[in-house]
T-cell receptor, first 113, second 110 residues
Framework: DAGVTQSPTHLIKTRGQQVTLRCSPKSGHDTVSWYQQALGQGPQFIFQYYEEEERQRGNFPDRFSGHQFPNYSSELNVNALLLGDSALYLC????????????FGEGSRLTVL | KNEVEQSPQNLTAQEGEFITINCSYSVGISALHWLQQHPGGGIVSLFMLSSGKKKHGRLIATINIQEKHSSLHITASHPRDSAVYICAVRSSYNTDKLIFGTGTRLQVFP
């Protein structure tokens, strides 16, 4: 049984470009949360998706958007990239009403030049 | 001030030592997670606590809800325990998101 898978694992973009990151949750999980982790910091909550809708959002600008598909996989999109968007982007999956079963992907490391 | 504070930020130990990592939080919570992050970036959930104490192998996690404090203990530490240990809480008024501490970097030398 595959756990949470994220792609790509590494990518480099330039300022102003757009990026799409992808996450497939663990089998049986229906809720996906995205986190941004800057170097040396703890992860920061971006948003959570359940039933193809954004349910909660952290303190991130509208440049950060997402989507959840009927198969529960999810995408994170970031527009108009800034240098400060360089970070590890983590996806976590769980079951909606069983938040104790929490699994993280390996992350997508984004570098903005 | 962060809602979740961990101490120490960095910790070095010799193999076999008993390790304690502390976490204090300032919000009401429904649950607290202890997570382990290896250099590659992936995070593994070690424990979820809402009260009392849990043990898994050489790892023990405790929580005191009244004092808003949790500890993670590692007995008989081993170099493979070297990682960043992160405390994260699920607030009682917004259970959909985790609030993370900045982590404790542990290095265990043989």
């Amino acid at each position: 049984d595959a756990g949470v898978t994220q792609s790509p694992t590494h990518l480099i973009k330039t300022r102003g470009q757009q990026v799409t990151l992808r996450c497939s949750p663990k089998s049986g999980h229906d809720t996906v949360s995205w986190y941004q982790q800057a170097l040396g910091q703890g992860p920061q909550f971006i948003f959570q998706y359940y039933e193809e809708e954004e349910r909660q959002r952290g303190n991130f600008p509208d440049r950060f958007s997402g989507h959840q598909f009927p198969n529960y996989s999810s995408e994170l999109n970031v527009n108009a990239l800034l240098l400060g968007d360089s970070a590890l982007y983590l996806c976590a999956s769980s079951r909606r009403f069983n938040t104790g079963e929490l699994f993280f992907g390996e992350g997508s490391r984004l570098t903005v030049l | 001030k962060n809602e979740v504070e961990q101490s120490p930020q960095n910790l070095t130990a010799q193999e076999g030592e008993f390790i304690t990592i502390n976490c204090s939080y300032s919000v009401g919570i429904s649950a607290l997670h202890w997570l382990q992050q290896h250099p590659g970036g992936g995070i593994v959930s070690l424990f979820m606590l809402s009260s009392g104490k849990k043990k898994h192998g050489r790892l023990i996690a405790t929580i005191n809800i009244q004092e808003k404090h949790s500890s993670l203990h590692i007995t008989a530490s081993h170099p493979r325990d070297s990682a960043v240990y992160i405390c994260a809480v699920r607030s009682s008024y917004n259970t959909d998101k985790l609030i993370f501490g900045t982590g404790t970097r542990l290095q265990v030398f043989p």
